[in-house]
């Protein structure tokens, strides 16, 4: 099987350690394990210690008297208590773990998807979406957010695409790069169009419950449709990539035979990241919150310097630790973000792999001190070359 390079991956991978800046990371500034135990024991913002050393004590006493086998194959009860909590209408057995988000998307995708089916994909997104399906033969069609429309999802553009070979439609919400969120009436939409031909949609909802306007999480598909499929991790909201946790939800039959394909590839996820993961989410409340303040803190940082600087522009994200900035220049984006590693050694994600040309990609879930130098040297390099 012959599938496209993965864009954002390789050019991570090629430069992520060239750079003195890196602004490009798309996670929320990662936790250590201590802080996971410290924001478990918070109490209206202040550790309560006593509490925090019977945490400590029953968490490296669990961790030690743990018989390292193949453990709950689908996920444990704790950690699928924990998911469970994060959707309405999702019970145990629509759930199972997989190794990140990253790999849920991809045992869906190669579950459901043929030779000759068709899937309309909303981008920019994760590559995922589309390079898996046209790799298996399918007809991907693009559905393309744009700046000039704020992000906002044009519904006719996917009711003209809709017809009896659709298998699928999928997205990212809220969206990766953009920062766009499809509310709970869109969502509905997309539902009747996907039930009007009998496709599934797949959301992956790897930024959900980073919305900046509101407190509750964005709706979830698999609460809205019936053929709903929601894909996660604790990798992006949760500030824990290292323990490589995702999940899938989904109706129990296709529960059931994502399983069967899994078993190709995962038997099961780590015990250790297992229990981490239901830590964190059994207080996901407190790691959410210091997400959302990290991020609303660095947008301020973002407002100020537009402001000062006419030759960018951006949408203001609806959620998410990611943002995508316009520049004004005939300059192609991939041009444009070697020439700034290479002058300023700040690295950036060009547009030209999340397909939206013109913009660069910056991460605004992490070190502050960071963005605020990284953005300067980027203001010095557009005025040596427009």
């Given at each position: 099987?012959?599938?496209?390079?993965?864009?954002?991956?390789?050019?991570?991978?090629?430069?992520?350690?060239?750079?003195?800046?890196n602004?490009?990371?798309?996670?929320?500034?990662?936790?250590?394990?201590?802080?996971?135990?410290?924001?478990?024991?918070?109490?209206?913002?202040?550790?309560?210690?006593?509490?925090?050393?019977?945490?400590?004590?029953e968490?490296?006493?669990?961790?030690?008297?743990?018989?390292?086998?193949?453990?709950?194959?689908?996920?444990?009860?704790?950690?699928?208590?924990?998911?469970?909590?994060?959707y309405?209408?999702?019970?145990?057995?629509?759930?199972?773990?997989?190794?990140?988000?990253?790999?849920?998307?991809?045992?869906v995708?190669?579950?459901?998807?043929?030779?000759?089916?068709?899937?309309?994909?909303?981008?920019?997104?994760?590559?995922?979406?589309?390079?898996?399906?046209?790799?298996?033969?399918?007809?991907?069609?693009?559905?393309?957010?744009?700046?000039?429309?704020d992000?906002?999802?044009?519904?006719?553009?996917?009711?003209?695409?809709?017809?009896?070979?659709?298998?699928?439609?999928?997205?990212?919400?809220?969206?990766?790069p953009?920062?766009?969120?499809?509310?709970?009436?869109?969502?509905?939409?997309?539902?009747?169009?996907?039930?009007?031909?009998?496709?599934?949609?797949?959301?992956?909802?790897?930024?959900?419950?980073?919305?900046?306007?509101k407190?509750?999480?964005?709706?979830?598909?698999?609460?809205?449709?019936?053929?709903?499929?929601?894909?996660?991790?604790?990798?992006?909201?949760?500030?824990?990539?290292?323990?490589?946790?995702?999940?899938?939800?989904?109706?129990?039959?296709?529960?059931?035979?994502?399983?069967?394909?899994?078993?190709?590839?995962?038997?099961?996820?780590?015990?250790?990241?297992?229990?981490?993961?239901?830590?964190?989410?059994?207080?996901?409340?407190?790691?959410?919150?210091?997400?959302?303040?990290?991020?609303?803190?660095?947008?301020?940082?973002?407002?100020?310097?537009?402001?000062?600087n006419?030759?960018?522009?951006?949408?203001?994200?609806?959620?998410?630790?990611?943002?995508?900035?316009?520049?004004?220049?005939?300059?192609?984006?991939?041009?444009?973000?070697?020439?700034?590693?290479?002058?300023?050694?700040?690295?950036?994600?060009?547009g030209?792999?999340?397909?939206?040309?013109?913009?660069?990609?910056?991460?605004?879930?992490?070190?502050?001190?960071?963005?605020?130098?990284?953005?300067?040297?980027?203001?010095?390099?557009?005025?040596?070359?427009?």
């Amino acid at each position: 099987m012959k599938i496209a390079d993965f864009k954002v991956e390789r050019w991570m991978d090629e430069y992520e350690r060239k750079c003195e800046i890196n602004i490009a990371e798309s996670c929320v500034d990662s936790l250590v394990l201590e802080d996971v135990l410290c924001l478990c024991t918070e109490n209206h913002g202040r550790t309560n210690e006593a509490v925090y050393q019977i945490k400590k004590q029953e968490f490296i006493n669990h961790i030690l008297q743990m018989k390292l086998t193949y453990g709950s194959i689908e996920g444990s009860d704790y950690l699928k208590k924990g998911i469970q909590s994060l959707y309405k209408k999702v019970g145990p057995e629509q759930i199972v773990t997989t190794h990140g988000a990253i790999a849920a998307n991809y045992l869906v995708l190669m579950c459901l998807v043929e030779p000759e089916d068709e899937v309309i994909t909303i981008v920019p997104t994760y590559q995922q979406h589309y390079s898996i399906p046209e790799s298996i033969g399918a007809k991907v069609h693009k559905v393309q957010l744009r700046s000039e429309n704020d992000f906002k999802l044009n519904l006719d553009e996917i009711r003209a695409l809709v017809n009896e070979k659709t298998k699928l439609i999928s997205f990212a919400n809220p969206n990766n790069p953009t920062g766009a969120e499809l509310d709970v009436e869109t969502l509905n939409e997309i539902a009747e169009i996907a039930r009007s031909v009998n496709a599934y949609v797949l959301s992956d909802e790897a930024y959900r419950g980073l919305s900046l306007d509101k407190d509750d999480y964005t709706a979830s598909i698999v609460d809205i449709y019936e053929k709903g499929i929601s894909t996660s991790s604790m990798s992006k909201t949760y500030a824990l990539a290292g323990i490589r946790t995702g999940w899938v939800c989904a109706s129990r039959d296709l529960i059931e035979k994502i399983n069967i394909r899994r078993d190709y590839n995962h038997i099961s996820c780590s015990m250790i990241d297992d229990y981490i993961a239901a830590i964190a989410l059994e207080n996901k409340s407190a790691i959410v919150n210091r997400s959302k303040s990290i991020i609303k803190n660095n947008l301020e940082i973002i407002d100020s310097w537009i402001e000062r600087n006419p030759g960018f522009s951006y949408v203001k994200p609806k959620a998410g630790p990611v943002i995508v900035i316009k520049y004004d220049l005939d300059m192609p984006s991939k041009m444009f973000c070697k020439k700034l590693l290479e002058v300023k050694s700040v690295l950036v994600i060009p547009g030209d792999v999340l397909d939206i040309p013109s913009h660069f990609r910056v991460g605004i879930g992490n070190n502050s001190d960071s963005l605020v130098e990284g953005l300067s040297r980027i203001s010095e390099f557009y005025n040596s070359i427009k």
